[in-house]
């Protein structure tokens, strides 16, 4: 089938902003958004630039808004959505060139939170035991791979660049419920600052936007129910 | 030699000593909000259902304030709509106000009115006395 993809270019050494540029493609309509952007930088258009590492949807390096909502190239087919498709790199972040984010700040705001196991006891003849029941309280969070189509879909996000994102909260909420760790007064204690969960207005944008399926409003609203707990 | 645990968590960051302001801020709304539900439920029904507005008078009011009740919830329904409806509006702004000096001017203008407006009305409340 003909495809009319549109994407949003932008290269820092030519353009003081972005601009449309429209590629005319034949596509399978099994083939993914992801080989699109293949076809145009192999075959058409080398100087475009885009993150892509496993192209399976685990490594979380392509995610982008594709017709106006988050979502990873390499998981998205042609038919799943409308013909002509509108590419734009994720919003909020500095964009350095196409289609690719300076993602430090994401970064920061995902090592704020301590998102490592913490406990200095001493585990014992072999590994730290845990129930299953245990286990379940932080299955969905688990899940997260780092994309940041969660953190780039916010609202307030888009507005307040302090403000740490649903991806950090679900990473936080990952270490929190996890009985094994001691740390989880400290993350709250982090998290409950002006530019931390407080801050989740409930868009449900993160949850809609999760190519993990993982419920992240509902992570966010677990955290500060459980700061309230602990004060 | 210094004593190490067996792992060394030097990249942690120490406890950040926030207020718990925010969080507090985030109960409030809930439950003022139940409240208000409440509140602001009987009061239409009173003011629109039972009784015709175009009928209140002086001698309505008056008579309702009679008794220390009908202060007490009229109280409570402007003391917690007020704080409710700034609390939100001080959201909004922090959200969509991205100037440092532009948010606190429009917050302390906001302060400002809501807390004329709040101690307005507790001073009529309060001191409001029939006249025979």
Partial sequence: ?231 | MKNTTRTDWGRRQPPVSSSNFELYAWFFMRVSGLFLVLLAAGHMFIMHVFNDTLNLDYEFVAARWDTPYWRTFDWLLLALSILHGTNGLRIVMHDNISNKLYRQIALYGLYFISSAFFVLGTYVLIAFVREV
């Fill in chain 1, 1 to 231: 089938m003909d495809i009319k993809l549109n994407i949003l270019r932008y290269n820092p050494e030519t353009d003081r902003k972005g601009h449309w540029e429209e590629y005319l493609l034949n596509a399978d309509p099994d083939e993914r958004i992801l080989d699109l952007l293949h076809k145009v930088k192999w075959f058409d258009d080398g100087s475009l630039a885009f993150r892509r590492s496993c192209a399976h949807g685990v490594c979380g390096s392509d995610a982008m808004l594709v017709n106006g909502e988050n979502m990873l190239a390499c998981q998205v087919l042609v038919k799943e959505v409308s013909n002509p498709i509108k590419i734009e790199p994720i919003r909020g972040l500095p964009v350095i060139k196409d289609l690719v984010v300076n993602m430090d700040s994401f970064f920061d705001s995902y090592k704020k939170v301590m998102p490592y196991l913490v406990n200095e006891e001493e585990p014992g003849e072999r590994e730290r035991l845990q129930s299953p029941e245990d286990r379940d309280r932080f299955e969905d969070t688990t899940k997260c791979i780092l994309c940041a189509a969660c953190t780039t879909s916010c609202p307030v996000f888009w507005t307040a660049d302090t403000y740490v994102g649903p991806a950090a909260i679900v990473n936080a909420h990952r270490f929190v419920f996890d009985s094994r760790d001691n740390a989880s007064k400290q993350r709250l204690e982090i998290l409950k600052d002006v530019n931390g969960a407080f801050r989740c207005r409930t868009a449900f944008n993160c949850t809609t936007a999760c190519p993990r399926g993982i419920q992240v409003t509902k992570a966010i609203e677990d955290v500060k129910r459980e700061t309230l707990t602990i004060n």
